[in-house]
């Protein structure tokens, strides 16, 4: 494993609010809060970006913690350095610049796709309330929760980026936050749409679509 020399990156506390307030209205601007639970879990969201920036650019609270067993394992690496954040770049010993790396290609992939996830989704939903129907269509053909599945592929994406601590603990917290959030969804569901939900739910998942359908022809689940 090669040395990796670089200055100290920290302390950039602007940074870390403007990363903060792009990402944060990134999402807003494809997620569009409106209901309460709308807000708490895009708030929930939100807390964890400021999580991960805070100790991407602000204050390393993991390397320094880790930093004694760390500097055991792996003493070619400057823990300090900025690049070393990314761990699983670091750890695995990839030789490259870690942005260029599997684990950082694989965050894009997950973030991008989650973004879009949700954007597809809100439109899908959208139309469907405006017109006072049951979405159906869209990612929604192939789980009954999209926009919470496209939450958690971006908070994936950041973690396998940047896995810090304190978002690896806020991780299955906001993930129990969203499977909650569905249920009291389904339950809102099933008391205006009836049976017609009901029929929808028995043909497509909640979060987990089925390969067939995601890979095949795809027949739009029965509501009638």
Do not use: C
Request: charged share 15%; proline share 5%; net charge positive.
């Amino acid at each position: 494993m090669t040395m990796v020399e670089q200055s100290s990156a920290y302390g950039l506390w602007d940074l870390v609010i403007v990363n903060s307030a792009v990402f944060i209205l990134f999402a807003f601007s494809f997620f569009k809060p409106q209901t309460g639970r709308d807000w708490r879990s895009f708030g929930a969201f939100s807390a964890f970006l400021v999580a991960l920036f805070a100790e991407m650019y602000g204050f390393p609270l993991t390397i320094y913690l880790l930093s004694g067993w760390l500097q055991s394992r792996f003493p070619a690496i400057d823990w300090f350095s900025h690049d070393a954040g990314h761990l699983l770049e670091m750890m695995f010993g990839w030789r490259l610049n870690p942005h260029f790396g599997p684990f950082h290609v694989l965050s894009f992939i997950l973030i991008g796709g989650g973004f879009l996830l949700i954007s597809a989704a809100w439109r899908v939903l959208y139309e469907a309330q405006r017109q006072g129907r049951l979405a159906t269509g869209g990612p929604y053909a192939y789980v009954r929760h999209p926009q919470y599945v496209g939450f958690v592929l971006v908070l994936a994406g950041f973690l396998v980026q940047w896995p810090t601590l304190l978002t690896l603990a806020m991780f299955p917290i906001l993930v129990g936050m969203y499977v909650r959030l569905s249920f009291t969804e389904e339950r809102d569901a099933r008391k205006e749409f009836g049976e017609a939900y009901d029929r929808y739910a028995v043909h497509v998942p909640a979060f987990f679509p089925h390969l067939k359908r995601l890979f095949g022809a795809t027949e739009r689940p029965r509501t009638r």
